[in-house]
C-alpha cells in the first residue's frame, strides 16, 4: 500500500506570512493527489487535485495554490496567508481501487 | 444543505454495545467511503463500497444505492473504537463530498 509523507505536523503562521506544505508518496507512480481542508466542526473540504506533474485542478476560489513538481511531490502554498486559512490541511492519494489514502496531516494556526 | 449527511453527530456507547452510524448523500455516487480519524487527526480508509455489504472484523459497512443510503456497523465495541467516522461519496472522476462525520466515544 502506500504511505503519505506530510510535513511539517504544525505551523503557527502569522496573518501574511507565506506558506509551503508539503506532500510526498511512496509506494506508487503516477498517483492522483488531492489536498483537503478540515476546519473546525467541519468536514474534509477538497482544495486541489492533480492526475499528474504540473496538471493542477482547483475546486474552490482560495488564497491558496498549489503545484507538483514530481511525479510523488505535492505543495500547497499561499503568499499571504488570512485568518481563515487556519485548519487541517490533509494531503491523499488514490488507490488502484480508488480509494484513498491519507497523510498525517498539518495542522495550520494563523495568528 | 450538504451532499452528504451523517448521524448521529455525537454517539457515546458503553463497550459491548452494538453501534450504527448513517449517511444519507444527495448526488449520484460510484463509490461511498467510510474514513476514520483518531484524535491526532490522521485519517484511515475502512471501506470503499459500491453496493451490498462489506465486513471486516467488528466492523460492517452496508450500502443502499436506491435509496442512497449507507450505515457501518460495530459489533461488541470498545474504547479503542473511539475516533471521528467519516462518510465520503465519489460522485465523479475527481469529485469527493464528505460528510461532518460521527464522533464516537465507548466508555469502558
Known amino acids: 500500500s502506500q504511505t503519505i509523507h506530510q510535513w511539517p505536523a504544525t505551523l503557527v503562521q502569522p496573518v501574511g506570512s507565506p506558506l509551503s506544505l508539503e506532500c510526498t508518496v511512496e509506494?506508487?507512480?503516477?498517483?492522483?493527489l488531492y489536498w483537503y481542508r478540515q476546519a473546525a466542526g467541519r468536514g474534509l473540504q477538497l482544495l486541489f487535485y492533480?492526475?499528474?506533474?504540473?496538471?493542477i485542478s482547483s475546486e474552490v476560489p482560495q488564497n491558496l495554490s498549489a503545484s507538483r513538481p514530481q511525479d510523488r511531490q505535492f505543495i500547497l502554498s499561499s503568499k499571504k496567508l488570512l485568518l481563515s486559512d487556519s485548519g487541517f490541511y490533509l494531503c491523499?492519494?488514490?488507490?488502484?481501487?480508488?480509494?484513498?489514502?491519507f497523510g498525517p496531516g498539518t495542522r495550520l494556526t494563523v495568528l | 444543505k450538504n451532499e452528504v449527511e451523517q448521524s448521529p453527530q455525537n454517539l457515546t456507547a458503553q463497550e459491548g454495545e452494538f453501534i450504527t452510524i448513517n449517511c444519507s448523500y444527495s448526488?449520484?455516487?460510484?463509490?461511498l467511503h467510510w474514513l476514520q480519524q483518531h484524535p491526532g487527526g490522521g485519517i484511515v480508509s475502512l471501506f470503499m463500497?459500491?453496493?451490498g455489504k462489506k465486513k471486516h472484523g467488528r466492523l460492517i459497512a452496508t450500502i443502499n444505492i436506491q435509496e442512497k443510503h449507507s450505515s457501518l456497523h460495530i459489533t461488541a465495541s470498545h474504547p479503542r473504537d473511539s475516533a471521528v467516522y467519516i462518510c465520503?461519496?465519489?460522485?465523479?472522476?475527481?469529485?469527493?463530498?464528505f460528510g461532518t462525520g460521527t464522533s464516537l466515544t465507548v466508555i469502558p
Open positions: 465520503a461519496v465519489k460522485a465523479g472522476s475527481n469529485q469527493f463530498y
Open positions: 463500497l459500491s453496493s
Open positions: 491523499a492519494s488514490q488507490g488502484i481501487y480508488n480509494e484513498q489514502f
Open positions: 509506494g506508487t507512480s503516477n498517483p492522483n
Open positions: 448526488v449520484g455516487i460510484s463509490a
Open positions: 492533480s492526475v499528474g506533474i504540473g496538471q
